[in-house]
């Protein structure tokens, strides 16, 4: 669900006091977040700010899919998102494709009861299919099956991936894939081994 379609169907359900149909989207969304953040109890590690959007959260709610969002704001929001990657100080962007797949298959991390002193997951298998021994496997992303048999393990090829791990809204705006090494979920050693997982030959990915 859109949080567009969130907020109107707490709007439609009462939730929101007052007369829903005289208000702009802009104050239900106002009045939804006000009710969110006097109900949600922080929890651990999630705190209420998480209730808080940032830019790009803000101005793609306003757009009910990433392919509505109009071109000159897509340009505007993935030129300010490349800016934010930090591309490893070494030049080194490929790491170990087996601790890739260990992070490609976790979920875990970031949720209350979480243990926030140890590694977060990238649960890269809800969305992508990424080898062929694995069945379970999620499809709101692409399958990533042959990645690297077909971009090649080349420079270029290793900062796309690198970059696409790191803020996905650096190339395709609005995109439904977290902002991995943006949004500090993951390490930069583990962005790498997800990159190897993704370009080395040996990986299940390219098998
Ligand atoms: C919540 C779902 C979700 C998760 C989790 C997720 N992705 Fe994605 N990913 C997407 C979607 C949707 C797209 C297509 C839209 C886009 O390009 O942003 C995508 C696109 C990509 C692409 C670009 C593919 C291409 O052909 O250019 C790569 C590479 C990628 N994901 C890698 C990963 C890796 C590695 C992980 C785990 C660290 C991961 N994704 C986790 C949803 C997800």
């Known amino acids: 669900m859109t949080r567009k379609k969130f907020f109107a169907a707490l709007a439609v359900t009462g939730l929101i006091t007052g007369c829903a149909t005289m208000m702009s ?18 929890k651990g590690q999630a ?3 998480r209730l808080d959007q940032d830019e790009v959260q803000a101005t793609c709610s306003l757009y009910e899919t990433p392919d ?3 071109k000159d704001v897509a340009q505007r929001l993935e030129q300010s998102q490349l800016e934010t990657i930090r591309y490893p100080a070494d030049g080194q962007l490929l790491g170990n494709w087996k601790a890739g797949e260990v992070v490609a298959q976790s ?4 949720q209350y009861n979480d243990d926030p ?7 890269c298998y809800a969305c992508h299919q990424l080898s062929k021994q694995e069945v379970s496997f999620g499809t709101i992303g692409p399958s990533l099956l042959g990645f690297g048999k077909a971009r090649g393990n080349t420079e270029e090829s290793r900062k796309y991936a690198y970059g696409k791990v790191y803020n996905s809204d650096a190339f395709s705006a609005c995109s439904n894939m977290p902002r991995f090494g943006h949004n500090g979920i993951l390490t930069e050693q583990q962005i790498k081994d997800v990159v190897a997982l993704m370009l080395d030959p040996e990986s299940p990915v390219n098998k």
Do not use: Q, Y
């Not at 979920?107 to 970031?110: A, E, L």
């Not at 002193?117 to 649960?123: A, H, K, Q």
């Open 68 to 70: 509505k969002v109009p």
């Open 107 to 110: 979920g875990v991390g970031k």
């Open 117 to 123: 002193t140890r590694p977060s997951g990238g649960n």
């Open 47 to 49: 705190k209420l700010d």
């Open 25 to 42: 989207d802009a104050d239900i969304s106002k009045k939804a977040l006000l009710v969110m953040k006097s109900s949600f109890k922080e």
